[in-house]
């Protein structure tokens, strides 16, 4: 599987952008996609995840409590792409934000529960967002 970001930029304090993760090299049709964030001298947390497809989980969603209600994760299965849409970022928000996929039941049914794994199988680059 690869997983490629972007959408990453600068941004005052207050504004929006949408991050995209595009996926491709993969027939599973059931994922548990993420998102993560590392800021520098910090450990990566884990933001948002969905779970794709109609299997176990699927359609269950997470957020951290730091960014709900400002962020919202969707995906495109015809794109099979993975959007982040963040608003209101503020900068403790800054951090280089990572895409993550893996297609084992275990991740979708605890993201269904409401816990989000941070060993994921598939990363990608990671694109990088700042807020001033």
């Known amino acids: 599987v690869q997983l490629v970001e972007s959408g990453g930029g600068s941004v005052q304090a207050g504004g929006t952008l949408r991050l995209s993760c595009q996926v491709s090299?993969?027939?599973?049709?059931?994922?548990?996609m993420a998102w993560f964030r590392q800021a520098p001298g910090k450990k990566r947390e884990g933001v948002a995840a969905?779970?794709?497809?109609?299997?176990?989980?699927?359609?269950?969603?997470y957020y951290t409590n730091s960014v709900k209600g400002r962020f919202t994760n969707s995906h495109d299965n015809a794109a099979n792409t993975l959007y982040l849409q963040m608003s209101s970022l503020n900068p403790e928000d800054t951090a280089m934000y990572y895409c993550?996929?893996?297609?084992?039941?275990?991740?979708?049914?605890?993201?269904?529960?409401?816990?989000?794994?941070?060993?994921?199988?598939?990363w990608g680059q990671g694109t990088q967002v700042t807020v001033s």
């Open positions: 993550a996929a893996d297609h084992r039941r275990q991740h979708r049914t605890l993201i269904s529960q409401g816990y989000l794994p941070v060993d994921f199988d598939a």
């Open positions: 090299g993969t027939t599973f049709s059931s994922y548990a």
């Open positions: 969905l779970v794709t497809g109609g299997n176990t989980g699927g359609g269950s969603t």
